[in-house]
Nanobody, 120 residues
Framework: QVQLVESGGGLVQAGGSLRLSCAASGLIFSINTMGWYRQAPGKQRELVAVIRSGGSRTYADFVKGRFTISGDISGDNAKNLVYLQMNSLEPEDTAVYYC??????????WGQGTQVTVSS
C-alpha cells in the first residue's frame, strides 16, 4: 500500500521560510513525478511544484523563484523523498499542502496534507 508522509508545515510570519518534506513508501513502481499541490479554503487544488524522474522540475507561476523543489526519486536505490523549500512566504501562500506521487500509468497518490499558515 502506497503511503505518503508529509511534515514541515506550520505557522510563519510573512517573509519567513518553511521546508516541507514528503517520504513515499510501499511503492511497487518507479515514480514518474513527485511533488506538491496546495488547496486554500474555497479554492481548487493547484500545482505548486513537481520533479520528474528525469530530474526536470515544473513550478507554478506564483512561486516566482521563491520555492525550490528537490528530491531523490530515480534509480534502483531511490529514497523516494521530496522537499519543498519555501522562502519569502506571503499570506496568500496559506493553504493545505499535499504531497503527490504519479505512477508510470498516471495514477495519483496523495498524502494527508500539511497546513501552512502565513500571518501578515
Amino acid at each position: 500500500q502506497v503511503q505518503l508522509v508529509e511534515s514541515g508545515g506550520g505557522l510563519v510570519q510573512a517573509g519567513g521560510s518553511l521546508r516541507l518534506s514528503c517520504a513515499a513508501s510501499g511503492l511497487i513502481f518507479s515514480i514518474n513525478t513527485m511533488g506538491w499541490y496546495r488547496q486554500a479554503p474555497g479554492k481548487q487544488r493547484e500545482l505548486v511544484a513537481v520533479i520528474r524522474s528525469g530530474g526536470s522540475r515544473t513550478y507554478a507561476d506564483f512561486v516566482k523563484g521563491r520555492f525550490t523543489i528537490s528530491g531523490d526519486i530515480s534509480g534502483d536505490n531511490a529514497k523516494n523523498l521530496v522537499y519543498l523549500q519555501m522562502n519569502s512566504l506571503e499570506p496568500e501562500d496559506t493553504a493545505v499542502y499535499y504531497c503527490n506521487v504519479e505512477s508510470p500509468i498516471a495514477k495519483d497518490y496523495w498524502g494527508q496534507g500539511t497546513q501552512v499558515t502565513v500571518s501578515s
